[in-house]
């Protein structure tokens, strides 16, 4: 489902290598560890989903929401949003570590 954000939206980005902090793919959940990240959100085996950053989008973003499909031998299922429009890095907080 595509929409427009009518406020200010407070989501996740998973990554392990900081190069990739930002990116377009987002969740609204906290991962609460990097398995539970890698299969909820079906992530490629190249991201061992190391860190976190929170991601304040401001309204009027245009996002698509949706739930992971299975693949790359994942099952899935968690909640992720696109975000159909570049990020600025500045919406992305310092990385954390999963599980700190």
Known sequence: MSTITSETMTLYRVFSNTGLQVGQWLTPTLPTSSAEAISSLALPGLN????????TIPAGTAIQI???????????????????????????????????
């Open 48 to 55: 061992a989903a190391t860190y976190y950053s929170t991601v």
């Open 66 to 100: 949706g739930t992971a499909a299975g693949t790359f031998g994942q099952i899935g299922g968690g909640l992720q949003i696109y975000l159909l429009q570049a990020p600025d890095a500045s919406w992305f907080s310092e990385p954390v570590m999963i599980g700190q």
